[in-house]
C-alpha cells in the first residue's frame, strides 16, 4: 500500500488490522493472563514454574498470548502478543536475573518483564 492522506486509505488500513485481530481472535490459540501486580510494579509476571515443574509460558501450546493490565488499569489495557516473541523476551530478562518467586507460599517462579520492554523490545 502506497501513502495518500485519503480517508479510503485509512479504511483500506484499519481493515487489515481488523482482519488480523478477528483471525487472532477466531482461528488462533490464546493464553490469557490478568495480571492485577502491573499497576503497581511496572512489570508483567510470566510464570514459568510451578511447584518445581514447567508451568506457564514453558509449557503453554498457544500461539498467542494476551495479558490483561488489571487492578489500577481496571482492565482498560490488554496486550497481544505472539508467544515466540514473549519467550524470546522471557528468557532475555530470565538471563539477566529477572525472576521472583511468587503465588500461594511462593511456589512458583516468574519472570518480570517491564511493561516497556514489551514493547519496545526487537
Sequence with gaps: MNYCNDFRYDLEVGQVGEKLLS???LSKTIEVKRDSWIF???NIAIEYESRGKPSGIAKSLAEYWAIIFSGGYQDEIIVIIKENRLKKICREHY???NVKSMGDNNTSKSILI???EILKWK
Excluded: Q
Design 114 to 116: 517491564p511493561i516497556t
Design 40 to 42: 503497581k510494579s511496572g
Design 95 to 97: 538471563l539477566k536475573g
Design 23 to 25: 483471525e487472532i481472535l
